[in-house]
């Protein structure tokens, strides 16, 4: 099986089996090498950070496999949490555009909003404050387009492999371990802390890059 780097896939099995979410992980070997952050790097940014802020949330969960995937890795995280929406700083949503969960956060519209990806196109019912934490942050000479569509991955893919020849890998093991040292990349084949971003997103889900999602601690 060829070495591969994987652009834009979030799913946390993919590298891991020791994650929520991973109950059926790929068997690859370690020839993955994932160029964004997975979900569970997502979710304990966005934990850490409401935890810096000293403010809790109340999550809104998907009854489907992502949004309890999502749920589960903010548990692991050890997200500042609440069950009463009244006593929350904030709405976190774990879900997918047109499932019921996406009525059940437009109903606490006085509330601010950091969703997962897969919420954008839902009608969030006029709420104003609505952002994205995405495993990908703004690059200057590319259009927003190109940014989510992952032309930064495929060139960042690109050079690893252009600096690992020219190191002198010559097959698959010298190849995937060159690209392990320049990523550079865990044993899981993770990136070492990759960019998470907050977006904020309009009503029409243009969104808007706002600031960096920082490892906390």
Excluded: K
Excluded at 7 to 34: M, Q
């Amino acid at each position: 099986m060829d070495s591969l780097c994987s652009l834009l896939a979030t799913w946390a099995g993919i590298t891991r089996d020791d994650e929520p979410g991973c109950d059926d992980p790929a068997r690859h070997r370690g020839t993955i090498l994932r160029l964004v952050a997975r979900d569970t790097e997502v979710a304990a940014r966005i934990a850490a950070n409401v935890r810096a802020a000293n403010q809790r949330a109340h999550v809104i969960a998907g009854a489907h496999p992502y949004g309890q995937q999502l749920d589960a890795q903010l548990r692991l995280a050890a997200l500042p949490r609440t069950e009463d929406p009244g006593e929350a700083d904030a709405v976190i949503l774990c879900g997918l555009a047109g499932q019921p969960e996406i009525d059940r956060a437009a109903a606490i519209a006085a509330l601010p909003i950091i969703a997962f990806d897969g919420v954008q196109g839902a009608d969030l019912d006029g709420a104003s404050d609505v952002r994205l934490a995405l495993p990908i942050a703004p690059a200057d000479g590319l259009s927003q387009r190109d940014v989510m569509a992952g032309v930064g991955q495929a060139r960042r893919a690109a050079e690893l492999i252009l600096a690992a020849v020219r190191a002198g890998a010559h097959d698959r093991e010298t190849l995937l371990a060159a690209l392990r040292t320049l990523g550079p990349f865990d044993d899981h084949g993770d990136a070492i802390d990759p960019p998470v971003w907050l977006w904020r997103a309009c009503a029409d889900w243009r969104l808007t890059p706002e600031r960096s999602l920082a490892r906390v601690g």
